[in-house]
């Protein structure tokens, strides 16, 4: 079982929607991720926090909005998004260390219509 | 420019045999990571190599930290359908929390 928890599993919406994704972990991490990742690809880095602080935003399109509520927590706000946008969205979780090892969730498959 | 090359990017087998997959840069890393995704789940973890020359084995898996600490391996002996996933090396360059990727090997072991 994961110590990253991610809800939904499975997400579909149409371009005018608002929907949020959710991450959970209880492993005391300080550092929290959001990834983007297309199928048979890497996952690509959008957001960073450290501290519940927004380190790092990979330049990422307004129409995705994170949030830090605490430290187990991390949410991405979805606005507008485009079928572009369409892929899994994975959380991680890591301590406070550039180099230590991250906990990945199982991710949202996200699909826009 | 990608910063850590991967090889091959796709890999297909019978069981049994040996792959040797291959990650390498220009760059000096403190220490490089391997995970494994297999389909519908998230990238676990499998090892990370901090020494230069370190070589660590994980059951059939053997990885290895170059000398100079800008490149790695892994090796899986006697391959199993079981080990079928996305192989990602991954490591931290800078001194922030961005992990940087490299393409991925996706591997398949046929039966």
């Given at each position: 079982d994961t110590e990253v928890t991610q809800t939904p599993k499975h997400l579909v919406m149409g371009m005018t929607n608002k929907k949020s994704l959710?991450?959970?972990q209880h492993m005391g991490h300080r550092a929290m991720y959001w990834y983007k990742q297309k199928a048979k690809k890497p996952p690509e880095l959008m957001f960073v926090y450290s501290y519940e602080k927004l380190s790092i935003n990979e330049s990422v399109p307004s129409?995705?909005?994170p949030e830090c509520p605490n430290s187990s927590l991390l949410n991405l706000h979805l606005h507008a998004l485009q079928p572009e946008d369409s892929a899994l969205y994975l959380c991680a979780?890591?301590?406070v260390s550039p180099e230590g090892p991250q906990h990945f969730g199982d991710g949202t498959r996200l699909s826009i219509l | 420019t990608q910063l850590l090359e991967q090889s091959p990017q796709f890999l297909s087998i019978q069981e049994g045999e040996n792959?040797?997959?291959y990650c390498n840069s220009s760059s000096v890393f403190s220490s490089l990571q391997w995970y494994r995704q297999e389909p519908g789940e998230g990238?676990?973890?499998l090892v990370t190599v901090v020494t230069g020359g370190e070589?660590?084995?994980l059951k059939r898996?053997?990885?290895q930290?170059?000398?100079a600490r800008k490149d790695s391996s892994l090796h899986i002996t006697a391959a199993q359908p079981g080990d079928t996933g996305l192989y990602l090396c991954a490591g931290a360059p800078g001194s922030n929390y961005k992990l940087t990727f490299g393409k991925g090997t996706l591997l398949t072991v046929n039966p």
């Open positions: 959710k991450c959970e129409r995705f909005s979780s890591s301590q | 792959l040797t997959v990238p676990v973890l070589v660590k084995k898996l053997t990885f930290f170059g000398d």
